[in-house]
């Protein structure tokens, strides 16, 4: 037998990421330069290929300092005073907030002006959660390890949202051990489906292979939540940045072998994975 290789159709960009990189790309071919507010993806090589077209990259400190220009934002989508502030100084913004993402902020925004306590699920200092916390005022809880809740003091009863690509056991895990402390929880699951229903492909197809390898960005909280998918089902598998970190020795010559990425994942770069695996 000879070593193969496949790609798993269902990896690769969401459609939020898809959609963001286009308007990129078109205002790129036209004007040759556009400001991006936070990277476009939490995927460094991705990153480069669009800064060579002429993307740049900018943290909050430097939009502040911006007037009269226009300026992308990604998919994870932003506090209220980023659209207040681009009001102030003249600043277009070419909005590319995933509509899932806003979704979840009109509904946080709505628990919000009926006080409501707010606990949301994810990560600390994600682009989306900061989002999520805007529409709040900065006042909802945030959780990212279980362990957390107990240094909070929480209210009796709590609105639960989550980041959008968190892992939907883990979502309904936390559910139940607020309720175990005897706190009512009005529920909303707020996952992304493209993301959730990838947990459950991914489980399928990392059992058909002799050896996975998973392509991801370092940044990429899907990629973390997809990649522990495949390994959970599958302990051949190996986490991979780029083509270079592939390793000749993971593999023989008559290994079945999958690749499969997160929905930051470029298709040209598991593309190029396979091509490495098929040239040793």
């Given at each position: 037998?000879?070593?193969?290789?496949?790609?798993?159709?269902?990896?690769?960009?969401?459609f939020g990421?898809?959609?963001?990189?286009?308007?990129?790309?078109?205002?790129?071919?036209?004007?040759?330069?556009?400001?991006?507010?936070?990277d476009?993806?939490?995927?460094?090589?991705?990153?480069?290929?669009?800064?060579?077209?002429?993307?740049?990259?900018?943290?909050?400190?430097?939009?502040?300092?911006?007037?009269?220009?226009?300026?992308?934002i990604r998919?994870?989508?932003?506090?209220?005073?980023?659209?207040?502030l681009?009001?102030?100084?003249?600043?277009?913004?070419?909005?590319?907030?995933?509509?899932?993402?806003?979704?979840?902020?009109?509904?946080?925004?709505?628990?919000?002006?009926?006080?409501?306590?707010?606990?949301?699920?994810?990560?600390?200092?994600?682009?989306?959660?900061?989002?999520?916390?805007?529409?709040?005022q900065?006042?909802?809880?945030?959780?990212?390890?279980?362990?957390?809740?107990?240094?909070?003091?929480?209210?009796?009863?709590?609105?639960?949202?989550?980041?959008?690509?968190?892992?939907?056991?883990?979502?309904?895990?936390?559910?139940?051990?607020?309720?175990?402390?005897?706190?009512?929880?009005?529920?909303?699951?707020?996952?992304?489906?493209?993301?959730?229903?990838?947990?459950?492909?991914?489980?399928?197809f990392?059992?058909?292979?002799?050896?996975?390898?998973?392509?991801?960005?370092?940044?990429?909280s899907?990629?973390?939540?997809?990649?522990?998918?495949?390994?959970?089902?599958?302990?051949?598998?190996?986490?991979?940045?780029?083509?270079?970190?592939?390793?000749?020795?993971?593999?023989?010559?008559?290994?079945?072998?999958?690749?499969?990425?997160?929905?930051?994942?470029?298709?040209?770069?598991?593309?190029?994975?396979?091509?490495?695996?098929?040239?040793?």
């Amino acid at each position: 037998m000879k070593l193969s290789v496949e790609i798993d159709e269902n990896s690769g960009f969401c459609f939020g990421v898809v959609f963001a990189i286009q308007m990129a790309e078109d205002i790129l071919d036209e004007e040759g330069h556009l400001f991006c507010l936070g990277d476009i993806v939490h995927n460094d090589e991705e990153v480069a290929r669009l800064r060579k077209k002429g993307l740049e990259i900018i943290d909050h400190e430097v939009f502040k300092k911006l007037t009269n220009t226009k300026v992308l934002i990604r998919a994870h989508g932003e506090p209220p005073e980023t659209y207040q502030l681009a009001l102030e100084n003249n600043i277009e913004l070419v909005d590319a907030s995933c509509p899932v993402v806003l979704k979840l902020q009109h509904r946080v925004r709505e628990a919000h002006n009926k006080n409501e306590k707010i606990l949301i699920y994810g990560k600390h200092g994600h682009a989306e959660v900061k989002g999520l916390l805007g529409q709040t005022q900065n006042e909802a809880i945030v959780v990212e390890h279980f362990d957390e809740l107990n240094n909070i003091e929480l209210p009796e009863r709590i609105q639960l949202f989550s980041q959008t690509t968190k892992r939907t056991k883990n979502l309904y895990a936390l559910k139940e051990n607020l309720e175990s402390k005897g706190i009512q929880v009005d529920f909303n699951d707020t996952l992304c489906r493209q993301v959730s229903n990838r947990d459950i492909q991914l489980r399928d197809f990392a059992k058909r292979f002799d050896k996975v390898v998973f392509v991801s960005g370092l940044k990429s909280s899907n990629g973390k939540v997809l990649y522990d998918v495949c390994k959970d089902n599958n302990p051949n598998t190996y986490f991979v940045t780029s083509k270079n970190e592939i390793k000749k020795e993971w593999f023989t010559e008559d290994d079945k072998v999958g690749i499969c990425g997160a929905t930051s994942t470029p298709q040209w770069q598991m593309d190029e994975v396979k091509d490495v695996i098929l040239n040793f």
